[in-house]
């Protein structure tokens, strides 16, 4: 049932595993560490539209019934052949809800008496409800909380911090997917904190990572490595294949076929194929620009550079599209650049590998965990 797989090397050990149960598909990724560097054992993906009567590509909303047969489906794969259990989960942006809030200085100690406080005007349920994380942005010398013998100067400047909140249902659904697969996760973290991981480096100035999703697709502006920015459009790659069908008159089957074979080069009956496409391509580029725009205004400096992930950004000729629509270097990310991969299947892994940024990277802090 897989629809993608790979099975690289002979087992190392300890092998782990990054899972990514996105609204289409479920992707897994196991890696290893050999010689210091992260080794890719085995990856795949599994799309989920069949488990609700949909095709390929489709995005789904599954019970936690559903989710865990189709998450112990590909356990099984022989194919993809995933041999570990220990793993970390990923949870979608949109379970999530995030929001910078402006501090006043104060010691780490008030602080945690009073984000939690602060963070209740933003969290639309009792806040008993949700599990909250909080992290001070670095912004220069004066951005740390001060000392806890330090009180000189509370309350004299600004703060901003980054509340995150999980509801607690949300981390159960979790918890109980892991019990009923037998799966050993060491943690979940929400996908935006997998995907800086896999994609970025150590950029300095801000960047912005686009995640093109099925039916959604999600920005996230970081700066020195701490998310500043997130927003999620509501569109995505499957509304290409939606306008494909209408405007071509075939299934939606044949529609996703055609836009994973062509994407948006060359023409069917007379019709562009980008023609079609940029419909929904200039709303979601346009829709990012903006959030690009809002951001360097309101924090006066650049966005260096955007970068492209998800199966979306697997659209054969995308990237010249949205290098049309920005004022900023787009490039595609590349998600196995942190992993060692035997050279022939570098460009595969390039070319058909954007929707495992998530996976990646949660593999990646998993590995990370067993040092
Ligand atoms: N080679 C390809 N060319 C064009 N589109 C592709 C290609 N591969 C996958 N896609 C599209 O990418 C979309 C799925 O992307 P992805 O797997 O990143 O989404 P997801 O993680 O399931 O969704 P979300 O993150 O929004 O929950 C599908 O609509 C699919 O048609
Ligand atoms: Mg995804």
Redesign the pocket.
């Known amino acids: 049932m897989a629809n993608f797989f790979s099975n690289l090397f002979n087992k190392q050990s300890p092998s782990v595993m990054g899972i ?1 149960i ?4 479920i ?1 897994m990724v196991q890696i290893s560490r050999k010689n210091g560097h992260a080794v890719l054992e085995t990856y795949g ?1 599994l799309a989920l539209g069949p488990y609700t009567g949909k095709g390929v ?3 789904t909303s599954l019970s936690a019934e559903k989710i865990i047969e189709a998450v112990n489906d590909m356990l099984k794969e022989k194919e993809v052949n995933i041999t570990t259990r220990s793993c970390g989960l990923a949870i ?1 942006f949109s379970s999530s809800l995030m929001a910078v809030i402006d501090m006043p200085l104060a010691t780490k100690k008030q602080l945690e008496q009073m984000v939690p406080l602060e963070a209740r005007k933003y969290v639309p349920v009792p806040i008993s409800e949700v599990t909250l994380d909080w992290y001070i942005i670095p912004k220069d010398k004066n951005s740390e909380p001060l000392p806890d013998n330090d009180t000189s100067t509370v309350g004299s400047q600004k703060l901003e911090v980054l509340i995150v909140a999980l509801h607690n249902d949300t981390i159960n659904r979790y918890k109980n997917i892991v019990a009923k697969t037998g799966l050993d996760a060491g943690f979940f973290e929400i ?1 935006i904190f997998s995907t800086i991981r896999s994609i970025l480096d150590e950029e300095v100035e801000p960047i912005m990572i686009v ?6 697709t ?1 920005l996230y502006i970081v700066e020195k490595g701490i998310l500043r920015s997130s927003h999620m459009i509501d569109r ?3 509304n290409i ?1 939606d306008e494909l069908s209408k405007s071509l008159g075939i299934s939606l089957e044949d529609a ?1 076929y055609l ?2 074979e062509k ?1 948006v080069l060359g023409e069917i009956n007379g019709i562009a194929l980008k023609e079609v496409a940029t419909f929904t391509l200039n709303y979601i580029f346009s829709e990012a620009s903006h959030v690009v725009m809002a951001y360097q205004k309101k924090y006066n400096k650049n966005v260096a550079k955007i970068i492209l992930v ?3 950004s ?3 000729g995308v990237v010249d599209v949205a290098k049309d629509l920005f004022q900023t270097e787009v490039v595609a990310g590349d998600p196995f650049a942190k992993v060692v991969a035997p050279a022939f299947l570098e460009k595969v892994l390039r070319d ?1 590998g954007p ?1 495992f940024a ?1 996976a990646v990277g949660v593999a990646l802090r998993r590995l990370q965990e067993l040092d």
């Open positions: 990514d996105g609204s289409s598909s992707k993906e590509g489709e995005s979608p996908e995640d093109m999703g099925a039916s959604t999600k995505g790659s499957h294949t996703e836009k994973r994407g998800g199966g979306g697997a659209l054969k058909t929707e998530v």
